[in-house]
T-cell receptor
Framework: EPEVTQTPSHQVTQMGQEVILRCVPISNHLYFYWYRQILGQKVEFLVS????????KSEIFDDQFSVERPDGSNFTLKIRSTKLEDSAMYFC?????????????FGPGTRLTVL | AQSVSQHNHHVILSEAASLELGCNYS??????LFWYVQYPGQHLQLLLKYFSGDPLVKGIKGFEAEFIKSKFSFNLRKPSVQWSDTAEYFC???????????FGPGTRLSVLP
């Protein structure tokens, strides 16, 4: 069964550094998402991406964050200048269509640790 | 703003016990409701979802959930749990406000053999 994959599984970075988290959505999916989960807190929506542009974003997704689909398979989340509070598990998800009833398929997550 | 609450932070059961995990949401519009499970070391997987029709939905691995609109609830049930059901369970909502999920805080289920 096709799966969403994410790399790396764990990223450690210094505060102020840029990080890029990578995701490979399921190949025929059209809608992509990033969520994050700070330790002990809820999974929170960051951004959705459709047709090569941001569809929705939360208030968490400020100017430090950006997303890109650089080629036909990868979907990336960039954090420009990391802060301590960016430490979290970041989940990528994809869904086959743009309807709200479509199942979102999640990747295994990337644990980001900012020192 | 939309929100989802889950009644229990941690539930501990013995094998063969029945399970009910509570989920309540606050949103006045049309909603779609989902239960996801995260087994230790694995990614979030869909257990079941509801968007219309029969309010009692059946999912994988013997799970079911009932949508009660008047109570804004979508409780997850399983008649007899197994040790392999040990996991974290997340209720999530989306709707005509947008496709992105609002998740509940999760309920950790520990099933004792």
């Amino acid at each position: 069964e096709p799966e969403v994959t994410q790399t790396p599984s764990h990223q450690v970075t210094q505060m102020g550094q840029e990080v890029i988290l990578r995701c490979v959505p399921i190949s025929n999916h059209l809608y992509f998402y990033w969520y994050r989960q700070i330790l002990g807190q809820k999974v929170e929506f960051l951004v959705s991406f459709y047709n090569n542009e941001i569809s929705e974003k939360s208030e968490i997704f400020d100017d430090q964050f950006s997303v890109e689909r650089p080629d036909g398979s990868n979907f990336t989340l960039k954090i420009r200048s990391t802060k301590l509070e960016d430490s979290a598990m970041y989940f990528c998800a994809s869904s086959p269509g743009a309807h709200s009833t479509d199942t979102q398929y999640f990747g295994p997550g990337t644990r980001l640790t900012v020192l | 703003a939309q929100s989802v609450s889950q009644h229990n932070h941690h539930v501990i059961l013995s094998e063969a016990a029945s399970l009910e995990l509570g989920c309540n949401y606050s949103y006045g519009g049309t909603v779609n409701l989902f239960w996801y499970v995260q087994y230790p070391g694995q990614h979030l997987q869909l257990l079941l979802k509801y968007f219309s029709g029969d309010p009692l939905v059946k999912g994988i691995k013997g799970f079911e959930a009932e949508f009660i609109k008047s109570k804004f609830s979508f409780n997850l049930r399983k008649p007899s749990v197994q040790w392999s059901d040990t996991a974290e369970y997340f209720c999530a909502v989306n709707g005509n406000y947008g496709q992105n999920f609002v998740f509940g805080p999760g309920t950790r289920l520990s099933v004792l053999p």
